[in-house]
């Protein structure tokens, strides 16, 4: 989740790739020194959807026009600075990479080097070790199965036959590349008897109970069973779920309905989680699809995140999601240019922010010290010909070509404070990013927020693709356009819920620090009934 004041957590220990936070100095598993700055992607937000790479600019100065071209007229009147026609009409993607909502280009040249290691915090940073990880309970042989007598002093231990026709217990990884098992997995049995291995050193015998895990959220609660209508725990299958969320027999929060999250709707999916280290999951996402006036196909995909700095985050970014996608689809259908609804949609969404910090003190959790809810929001329109997407704060789109031989490009960029020294050509964009202010955001949604900027950008790619809509949480464990591309599946294009599903399985295996939520587009739009095979 986005955090104002906040630098966000680093992915992972260039050594031993075990997870990082925010603060650290040295790898708490291997001691690696983190001190050591590397130098960060210089990804930007837009490129020539073209295959063509345009060459590199320093940081800081203005992007030259290319060449021009005969434009192409749309079927729709080009937007303005305020969205009415009257300007000139959107280019092909060989004359413009990318145009913001009033008509500007946008800041920086796009380049492609090869991934580098995340930014490394300040040297004076506290070192805030991981929690420690709960460990699973061994497994027991099957019923009927002869556990072997310790060997005699000096003798090797021979393992256990396997069990002949047990089958496999349900995994509990946390990837989501495939659908859900519906039932849910067996308790722990007991541990097998302790064992004396050679040199007659004897080991203890292992505990019968381990800690539980945190119950998989991609396994729905049961419903209540007849103990007085209440519900039963996700974890130990016994105890009383009381008001407050907890297991009464043992202490286990139980999943909330957003802690992880899919939709598919027609040929676009999209996948939310609560990840490893939250409680509760503050992003949120809507999906639509719609006709234009010409009876061409539109699709439709917002993803929000919320402040975790603020309060109720989860709100904000619901509400934003809901407002944002319904101003769409009222839009589109009666012939508004995709951009400007794209704007008017932002707007919208930073309205119904607003209006959470309207509500009397009592709805506000009785703290006034607190700020005004508040959320980042990115989304996108997809057309036959058209790509439209727009922005408040750091969740971010890639655009990721079905052929995989052109480059893929990042198409937006954060309202975050190491962009906007960057930009400024205060600082470089190393020095920047290793700066603990680097991923604090400077555009938002919410009462308090500055002057809302509501960003936009169109397109035209020349071939399919499909577009990565995500959040922070996605986005930290592959940053760059190059790192996105070798996560994202394939089959992308045609089986959108499977890959969402893989992207966040990717989030969750690099260290799950944040909530994590993706949305797959294909361009160009499919037509309404078509889905993921």
């Given at each position: 989740m986005s955090q104002m004041p906040q630098q966000a957590a680093l992915s992972k220990c260039?050594?031993?790739?075990?997870?990082?936070?925010?603060?650290?100095?040295?790898?708490?598993?291997?001691?690696?020194?983190?001190s050591v700055v590397p130098a960060r992607p210089k990804d930007e937000p837009t490129i020539a959807m073209n295959g063509s790479v345009p060459s590199q600019a320093s940081a800081g100065h203005a992007r030259p026009r290319p060449p021009s071209a005969p434009p192409a007229v749309p079927a729709w009147p080009a937007p303005g600075r305020d969205g009415s026609a009257g300007t000139p009409p959107a280019h092909r993607p060989t004359d413009l990479p990318g145009t913001d909502s009033d008509g500007s280009p946008l800041p920086g040249e796009p380049t492609h080097p090869a991934p580098a290691a995340p930014p490394t915090p300040a040297a004076d940073t506290p070192v805030t070790p991981p929690p420690p990880l709960a460990a699973p309970a061994p497994p027991s042989p099957a019923q009927g199965t002869p556990v072997p007598p310790p060997s005699p002093q000096g003798a090797p231990v021979p393992p256990p036959p396997p069990p002949p026709t047990a089958p496999p217990a349900p995994s509990s990884g946390v990837r989501f590349d495939r659908r859900a098992q519906s039932a849910a997995p067996a308790a722990p049995a007991a541990s097998p008897a302790p064992t004396q291995p050679a040199g007659g050193v004897h080991q203890p015998a292992q505990p019968d109970e381990y800690p539980l895990q945190a119950p998989d959220p991609r396994v729905a609660a049961e419903p209540a069973q007849a103990t007085g209508g209440t519900a039963v725990c996700v974890a130990c299958r016994a105890g009383r779920v009381d008001d407050d969320g907890y297991c009464e027999n043992c202490g286990h929060a139980q999943p909330r309905e957003r802690d992880h999250m899919e939709q598919e709707c027609g040929p676009i999916a999209a996948v939310s989680d609560r990840g490893l280290r939250h409680h509760r999951n503050e992003d949120a996402f809507t999906l639509g699809t719609t006709t234009l006036p010409d009876g061409s196909p539109a699709s439709v995909a917002i993803v929000c995140d919320g402040v975790s700095s603020a309060t109720r985050p989860d709100e904000a970014s619901l509400a934003a999601s809901r407002a944002a996608s319904e101003s769409l689809l009222a839009a589109l259908p009666h012939g508004t240019h995709p951009q400007q609804a794209m704007h008017d949609a932002i707007i919208a969404a930073a309205e119904a922010?607003?209006?959470?910090?309207?509500?009397?003190?009592?709805?506000?959790?009785?703290?006034?010290?607190?700020?005004?809810?508040?959320?980042?929001?990115?989304?996108?329109?997809?057309?036959?010909?058209?790509?439209?997407?727009?922005?408040?704060?750091?969740?971010?789109?890639?655009?990721?070509?079905?052929?995989?031989?052109?480059?893929?490009?990042?198409?937006?960029?954060?309202?975050?404070?190491?962009?906007?020294?960057?930009?400024?050509?205060?600082?470089?964009e190393a020095e920047a990013y290793a700066d603990q202010r680097a991923h604090a955001i400077t555009g938002w949604l919410g009462a308090d927020a500055y002057d809302l900027e509501p960003h936009t950008a169109s397109f035209k790619p020349d071939r399919p693709g499909v577009i990565v809509v995500c959040t922070d949480g996605l986005w930290n464990y592959a940053e760059s356009a190059d790192e996105m591309v070798e996560v994202v599946p394939v089959d992308a294009a045609t089986r959108p819920l499977h890959s969402a599903r893989v992207l966040v399985g990717h989030a969750l295996d690099g260290g799950g620090h944040d909530n994590v939520t993706v949305a797959l587009v294909p361009f160009p739009a499919v037509p309404q009934g078509a889905g993921s095979a």
């Open positions: 260039p050594s031993c790739e075990e997870p990082l936070e925010s603060g650290d100095r040295f790898c708490g598993a291997c001691g690696y020194d983190l922010v607003n209006a959470l910090a309207d509500e009397p003190a009592a709805a506000r959790e009785h703290a006034p010290h607190q700020n005004a809810p508040a959320c980042t929001i990115v989304g996108t329109v997809v057309t036959a010909g058209l790509l439209v997407v727009g922005w408040v704060g750091d969740s971010r789109a890639y655009w990721v070509p079905v052929d995989r031989s052109a480059p893929a490009a990042r198409l937006t960029e954060d309202d975050s404070w190491a962009a906007q020294m960057v930009a400024a050509g205060l600082m470089g």
